[in-house]
């Protein structure tokens, strides 16, 4: 039994290379591991955390659904936002040529007209 986690109910859990997501039935995301290229999502401060710690930044989103990459995170709120982190110096975020992002950034999407050929 992980404590922090013993009085909620766990619809998913997913797993990088060293980090962990784990999504409640109420949509909150908690997250634990190795985080030194910001896939935890929790605070620049913390690159490693044993016990889960609540992603607040995702506070009033109700994800419905979460993925982790190697060193990137990703979830998905009840409207379909879609929301990335971490690491992404191939483009593994969504956006663009961002390097890294510690916290939950939503992903703009282009119109097909937009994008280039």
């Known amino acids: 039994m992980i ?7 766990i619809a998913k859990v997913t797993c990088g290379e ?3 997501l784990a ?8 997250s ?8 935890l999502g929790i605070r620049k401060s913390i690159e490693t955390i044993s016990i889960p710690k609540y992603i607040d930044t995702l506070f ?6 979460i993925a982790c990459g190697s060193r990137h995170s990703m979830a998905i709120d009840e ?15 969504g956006r663009g040529k961002e ?7 939503k992903v703009e999407f282009l119109d097909d007209e937009d994008q280039p050929m």
Request: aromatic fraction near 12%.
């Open 3 to 9: 404590k922090p986690l013993s009085d909620k109910t």
């Open 18 to 20: 060293s980090h962990t």
């Open 23 to 30: 999504l409640t039935d109420n949509g909150d995301v908690y």
């Open 32 to 39: 634990w591991g190795r985080g030194y290229e910001g896939q």
């Open 60 to 65: 009033r989103k109700r994800v419905v659904d």
């Open 79 to 93: 409207n379909g936002d879609l929301y990335t982190w971490g690491e992404g110096r191939c483009g593994q975020l």
């Open 99 to 105: 390097r890294s992002t510690i916290y939950p950034t």
